[in-house]
């Protein structure tokens, strides 16, 4: 029984990347805009924050990116969005966890594509 409850931990473990490993693997989807970084990245966060699944509203903050910029991103990194600076207003990159539902990332890229 331990045998089946360790393997059952490390088939989870398994999907958990963490936010780096997941940029090194490259975005899910990728998009520009206009709009200033932190005009986009709102919009996101907000947008993020007040979309119900399933019932639920799952939440999502905003952070300081490296070499600058911002990452909105959900409880438990589930899923996560970079925006930068780009010569002519923002890039958006976007990036789930490894089995992720098709409908979720779908609902997700709808908000992104909502605020561009």
């Not at 910029?69 to 958006?92: K, N």
């Amino acid at each position: 029984m331990r045998i089946l409850i360790g393997a059952l931990g490390l088939a989870l473990l398994a999907g958990c990347a963490s936010m780096n490993e997941k940029r090194a693997s490259g975005p899910a989807s990728s998009f520009a805009s206009v709009k200033p970084v932190d005009q986009v990245a709102e919009c996101v966060l907000f947008a993020w924050q007040n979309q119900s699944m399933m019932g639920s509203h799952y939440g999502a903050s905003i952070q300081p990116l490296a070499g600058g910029g911002r990452t909105v991103i959900s409880v438990g990194e589930v899923e996560f969005a970079d925006f930068r600076s780009s010569g002519t207003g923002t890039t958006a990159d976007l990036y789930f966890q490894t089995g992720l539902m098709d409908w979720r990332k779908n609902r997700r890229i709808e908000a992104v594509k909502g605020c561009l």
